[in-house]
């Protein structure tokens, strides 16, 4: 019981340091406010460099990852309706609940860290697993309790997986049936798929190698992996569970960073491309966004936009209702809308 009641203790100490710490939305770099002013496209307001976006189901939510540093940044909730922004971690967050059995060889909670790639696991109607690449202190995928039944969404830290030894840099996840999880090892020069199972840690997927993988969503039944070629401009498909493993590319013009399922049924590839390949000149995109039918591999091209003062470079892209919404880095300050 005491050993009990000191561990409550340290995590109501590690709650109200949340909410006091100088890691707050009033300490970040300053803002554009009014980032629609003289732009020649609509955007949502208020975040810092919103790398990734994921749509909370059965909800108007939606979850984006920002950064301020190579260490450090803010998790918000984003209002598909009234383009709310909310900082949900580490402001505003719960107290962590460490899940010490299923993520047993996390080391525990810290404070802060850089967010990147995100996936859910769905659970009830309002509670689901959220995870989120994290970079800093630790390579890890970080994972929260998300509870949606409030009026703005909740996130409280469960534990963490350490990535796998030897990876350069855990870019995206994918969450995939039995609790296992996909991820993409982003390197230029040489990366691969891995998998993580509770029970064995962390698998490569054979037949996987790649240049640049970088964006990752898996099909419904686990059969295929989606891979944002970022190094072949392409949407890659990878078979899973099959020996020798099935590759298929499908170009798509540009440097893919993020994909993710539209409610269409179609995979969506946003990215960008912010330079040539080689000495040939060539037409430079902050963010581009195309559509891909998994089925026939037909390519929709739907937007090309050079960007602007406060955003630079594209990164992802999801269906928000009748619009597109376009997250970015490297100096980007709100997320991108246009029709659809």
Request: aromatic fraction near 10%.
């Amino acid at each position: 019981m005491l050993i009990k009641k000191f561990l409550f203790l340290l995590l109501t100490i590690y709650s109200l340091l949340l909410s006091t710490s100088s890691f707050s939305q009033s300490n970040y770099p300053a803002q554009t406010a009014n980032c629609e002013v003289n732009s020649d496209a609509l955007f949502v307001c208020g975040l810092i460099n919103p790398e990734d976006l994921y749509q909370v189901p059965g909800t108007d939510w939606v979850i984006a990852t920002g950064r301020i540093s190579d260490s450090a940044g803010p998790i918000y909730a984003v209002n598909i309706g009234s383009h709310e922004v909310e900082e949900i971690y580490p402001h505003n967050s719960v107290v962590p609940n460490f899940d010490r059995q299923t993520y047993n060889r996390c080391p525990g909670p810290i404070l802060t860290f850089q967010p990147h790639g995100i996936t859910l696991r769905e659970g009830s109607i309002d509670n689901h697993t959220l995870y989120i690449v994290g970079h800093g202190l630790r390579e890890a995928i970080e994972v929260f309790d998300l509870d949606a039944s409030g009026e703005v969404p909740k996130l409280s830290w469960i534990g963490c997986i350490p990535a796998p030894e030897g990876t350069r840099r855990i870019n995206s996840i994918t969450a995939l049936p039995d609790d296992s999880l996909g991820a993409t090892n982003f390197d230029s020069a040489g990366g691969q798929l891995w998998e993580w199972h509770s029970s064995t840690d962390w698998i490569e997927v054979p037949g996987s190698a790649m240049l640049g993988p970088n964006g990752l969503v898996s099909s419904v039944d686990g059969n295929w992996f989606y891979v944002g070629g970022w190094s072949d401009r392409a949407l890659v498909r990878v078979s899973r569970g099959r020996t020798p493993a099935q590759v298929d590319l499908i170009p798509v013009g540009f440097n893919v960073d993020n994909v993710r399922w539209g409610t269409d049924g179609r995979v969506i590839a946003a990215g960008h491309i912010t330079r040539c390949p080689d000495e040939t000149p060539c037409d430079l995109s902050a963010a581009r966004v195309a559509k891909v039918n998994p089925s026939n591999f037909e390519v929709e091209q739907l937007v090309d936009y050079k960007g602007n003062d406060f955003f630079n470079v594209g990164t992802v892209a999801i269906d928000a209702n009748d619009e597109i919404w376009i997250g970015g880095i490297y100096g980007s300050f709100g997320i991108a809308r246009f029709p659809q």
